[in-house]
Structure formats: structure tokens, C-alpha cells
């Protein structure tokens, strides 16, 4: 009986659904349907040649060809001073500020030793915490390097801190390409940019990339994947960096981060970011309030990268059709 009194009312909401969606407006849907559709196959490769120059255009008046070159070889570069010091202070105090209303617990950045702190612990859903991680969203040089990497459609996935102690274990190597099988594209899935915002050495707990791992293609296995000890794989390198700098990375990059074995806190703003057809692990799209996307009003690519454009995840009434047209066409759109 509740089986069917669900399924009754599951077919009731579409029917209502439905009712509410068919209209004198229906042949105008009908015909945005069409003119999508056969939008895609007009405009397709045009679109992404199009896409193709406008990143090159914008990364070479940034002054990036090096770090794109630096991506393809090695499937990492670093960015020095991508932040300017206002905004690494404002996103340390506002992610200090959500470990402490989630713990309960003071936090002292520089000569922490409590065991409460010991590893990684993680701050989700920053974008939300403070304004601040809003303007680091749209910083230009790793978003241009981003969007080399995944096409001018991409979208946040999401944006969360690894908020390291002393002791605990390393963070193995792995590759970002969660739930996808091997071999992987070399056409990048996704990416993540990773800001340092307390400074990052070894002994400090600091990120470790593998240079060249991207072209492997699949994650590590778990003899590959040691930071610690005689195990630790031989290629893994620290990145030394000051707060403020960043490492953009193709989806494919092995990458972990050391034992921190020093006082204090280790504090980073991972940046994840994925193609238009993965699912991202924030909430984002519908959960957008109006008045954020107000405030970049006059930035059509924040409403982008948080999903305004998502044709998916519709209801019974179908898909946005106008949101299907722009729908990205090839590897740069």
C-alpha cells in the first residue's frame, strides 16, 4: 500500500507539473527545442574554434604561455603571488572562524600542537563564508589557466581548505579523477587550483606533486601512492610556496601532501573545478542566492561557473532549452 500511495503521488506531481507547462506557449518551447538542437550542429566546431582563441588570447595578455607549456609537460605550474595579502588574510580568518564554530575549539595558526588539530581536517562550502572567496573565484590567472584546462563552459565543483596540524598521516598521492575509469583522457576532466595561504615547505605539511604523472593516465597504485618514510615515491616533489601563491593542476596529476612535523596549522584553498557534464561535489546551480550573482552582475562568468547555465537536473516541466543551445560544443567551448 505505501508503495502505491507514493507512486500515486509521484504521478500526481507530474501530472500537476505538467498541467502547469501545457499552454498557448507550448509550440514557442516547442520551437526553442528545435532551434537548439539544430543549433549545435550549425555552430558546433565554429564555437569551439572561437572558444579556442579567446582563451589563447586572454592567456597570452596575462603573460601565461609559460605556465600552459608548464602544464602540458609536467601537468602542474605554479603561480607566485596569484592573491594579494588582503585577500589570503581575510580567507585564513574566515576559515579559521568555520573551524572554530565546528569545533568548538581555538585555533592558533602559528604554534598550534593540540591532538584535536592532528592531520587533515576539512572546511567545505567556503564559497558561501565570506566575500572574499567570491573575489578569489574570478582571480584571473588561475581561472584562465582553468579554463585552458577545461573549456570556457566549466564550473565549480568545489571550494574547501585541508586544514593540516602536526602529526597525523600524509595525504597519499592520487589523481582528482574520482569514479573515472582508467585509462583517463588526456583531455582534462577536471582541475584544481590550490592557494596557499600559510607558508608551505616539506616539514610544514606541504602539497606534493609528481611531475609528469598526468600522462600516465590512471590513479597510483597503493605502492605508488607512500609520502612518508622509505615508501615515499621517489618523483613526489614539495612545493615550496609563500601564502599567496598557487599550483593549477590537470585533472590527471598525481598529488598528496606531507607529514606536517612542525607547530601551527597548515591552511590551503583548494579551487576544484570540472567540465560542464560532471557532477560537482558542492551544491551549487539552484542553492546560488540572488543576491551573490547580483553582485557580479556585471561578470557573466561567476553565474557560469556556479551553474546558471546547466541545462541538467530539470523536472517534469523539461529542460531550459535556451540553457541547452549554449551548451559547450568541443574541448575549449
Known sequence: MVRVWRAAGVAARQEEAMAEVEHPDWNDRASTHQNAVRAQYIDGELRDREAHAQTLAEL??????????????????????????????????????????????????????????????????????DEVFESILMTAKPL??????????????????????PGGEAGRLHSDNGGIPSPFSM??????????????????GALAMVPGSHRLCRQPSASESHLAGGRTHPDAVAMDLAPGDC?????????????????????NLATYFARQFVVTQEEFGRAVPREMLDRHAN????????????PYNYHAEGPDWEKFAVRPRGQFD
Request: net charge positive; aromatic share 8%.
Open 144 to 165: 584562465a589557466l582553468v579554463t585552458y584546462l577545461l573549456g570556457r563552459s566549466c564550473v565549480l565543483s568545489s571550494m574547501t581548505c585541508h586544514f593540516k596540524g
Open 247 to 267: 599550483v593549477v593542476w590537470h585533472g590527471n596529476t598525481w598529488h598528496g601532501s606531507f607529514r606536517r612535523q612542525v607547530p601551527g596549522i597548515r591552511m
Open 60 to 129: 597570452r595578455e596575462l603573460g601565461l604561455m609559460k605556465h600552459v607549456a608548464e602544464l602540458d609537460a609536467v601537468g602542474y605550474t605554479t603561480i607566485h603571488g596569484a592573491l594579494d595579502a588582503d585577500q589570503a588574510a581575510r580567507a585564513r580568518a574566515a576559515i579559521a572562524r568555520v573551524m572554530q564554530r565546528k569545533s568548538g575549539l581555538a585555533v592558533d595558526l602559528e604554534s598550534e600542537t593540540a591532538d584535536a588539530w592532528s592531520g587533515i581536517s576539512l572546511a567545505h562550502y567556503l564559497l558561501f563564508e
Open 299 to 310: 561578470e557573466p562568468r561567476f553565474a557560469r561557473l556556479l551553474g546558471q547555465s546547466q
Open 187 to 204: 583531455v582534462s576532466q577536471v582541475a584544481n587550483v590550490n592557494y596557499a595561504l600559510t607558508p608551505y615547505s616539506r616539514e610544514a
